[in-house]
């Protein structure tokens, strides 16, 4: 897997899998907070899969960390 990142590197858009990957949660988390609505997809990608702001899902990660006392 190779995952190109802009300038800045914040909006980056990365499938669950990818960003599983960088959060150390799973593909499976990432799409738990999807149907939460605790983030957003902002496209999808040539495969048809749901794309994510690397930024939002941080925060996303950030605040469940928080709310779980593991900062």
């Given amino acids: 897997m190779s995952i190109t ?3 800045d590197g914040l909006e980056t858009q990365l499938t669950a899998v ?3 990957a960088i959060f150390a949660v799973t ?3 990432i799409r738990k907070w999807a ?3 605790k983030l ?3 496209g999808i990608d ?3 899969r749901k794309l994510y702001r690397l930024l939002d ?3 996303c990660e950030k ?3 928080h709310a779980a006392g593991r900062d």
Wanted: a positive charge; hydrophobic letters at 30%; zero cysteines.
């Fill in 57 to 59: 899902i941080a925060r």
């Fill in 18 to 20: 990818e960003a599983s």
């Fill in 63 to 65: 605040q469940t960390r």
């Fill in 40 to 42: 957003n997809s902002v």
């Fill in 5 to 7: 990142y802009e300038t």
């Fill in 46 to 48: 040539r495969q048809g």
């Fill in 35 to 37: 149907s939460l609505g």
């Fill in 27 to 29: 593909a499976a988390t």
